[in-house]
């Protein structure tokens, strides 16, 4: 997966960029989250490490750990640490 070319590394208030592990710990899947300076919703690019579905969409964050779920599969999808940029 690519991030959208509008990026710019200077407007995010935070980014980060994981693989994903299925069950056996196999890195099958990749998430890209993001949130842009004065916005409260996170925006992910996310390919499910358990049934291999890829979406994009946004979402808001309150408490970390963060978490996604998958919307195909349903799962939860613990995004373990975000580096503050
Ligand atoms: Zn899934």
Known sequence: ???????????????????????????????????????????YRLKCPYCGTEEESTVILKRRPYRLKCSNCERSILIEKLVHK
Do not use: C, S
């Open 1 to 43: 997966m690519e991030l959208p070319a509008e990026i710019n590394i200077k407007d995010f208030a935070y980014i980060t960029r994981r693989r994903l592990r299925d069950e056996q710990g196999e890195p099958k899947g990749e998430v890209f989250l993001w949130r842009r300076k004065g916005e409260e919703e996170f925006n």
